[in-house]
């Protein structure tokens, strides 16, 4: 089954303890983004990548890290967490002249 | 004044009435239209795109783009409960979608 999986789902966390959101995408996608949502705000892009190794800023991309090493891996990593991070955090993926294909989300809550 | 608006709702309607859902935006450079849908505790999924002005139909889902006016539409018709969601906007100008602008989402119910 063609998907986009992302782990964990839930995390309660404190301010300042390093973190990693994993994403994976099983289709061969050549393009990864993270995304937040927030309410009124809608979903805003964090990171992307056009490919491995191949990482650029989105709208929102303070306080946050990317890599991809993998073609099918895309984790997030917030090396100091802190309260106005918390929120809902979406993976997708998109061959280069594809839709984007959302993962289920990543509900994150900084303490 | 924000990329792509949308009016939040929310949207309540009787089963079986046709919705309208509607977006703005400011950059006259979008070329290609997307709308999404995304129900409770899940992520968006793609129902409709488009590319530039003219309507596109796929089953009950219409959607609408004039760009003259910078204005899109999704039209659903004979509205189901399941159809109960909210319905994201999104754009973007290029062919690959490294770049997405999307609209903060119109909720809506559909009563039984």
């Known amino acids: 089954e063609a998907q986009v999986t992302q782990n964990p789902r839930y995390l309660i966390t404190v301010t300042g303890k390093k973190l990693t959101v994993t994403c994976s995408q099983n289709m061969n996608h050549e393009y990864m983004s993270w995304y937040r949502q927030d309410p009124g705000l809608g979903l805003r892009q964090i990171y992307y990548s056009m490919n491995v190794e191949v990482t650029d800023k989105g709208d929102v991309p303070e306080g946050y890290k990317v890599s991809r090493k993998e073609k099918r891996n895309f984790p997030l990593i917030l090396e100091s967490p802190s309260p106005n991070q918390t929120s809902l955090y979406f993976c997708a993926s998109s061959p280069r002249y594809g839709r984007p294909f959302f993962g289920p989300g990543t509900r994150l809550t900084v303490l | 004044q924000k990329e792509v608006e949308q009016d939040p709702g929310p949207l309540s309607v009787p089963e079986g009435a046709i919705v309208s859902l509607n977006c703005t935006y400011s950059n006259s450079a979008f070329q290609y239209f997307m709308w999404y849908r995304q129900y409770s505790r899940k992520g968006p999924e793609l129902l409709m795109y488009t590319y530039s002005s003219g309507n596109k139909e796929d089953g009950r889902f219409t959607a609408q783009v004039d760009k003259s006016s910078k204005y899109i539409s999704l039209f659903i018709r004979d509205s189901q409960p399941s159809d109960s969601a909210t319905y994201l906007c999104?754009?973007?100008?290029?062919?690959?979608?490294?770049?997405?602008?999307f609209g903060p989402g119109t909720s809506l119910s559909v009563i039984p």
């Open positions: 999104a754009m973007n100008w290029k062919t690959s979608y490294d770049k997405v602008i």
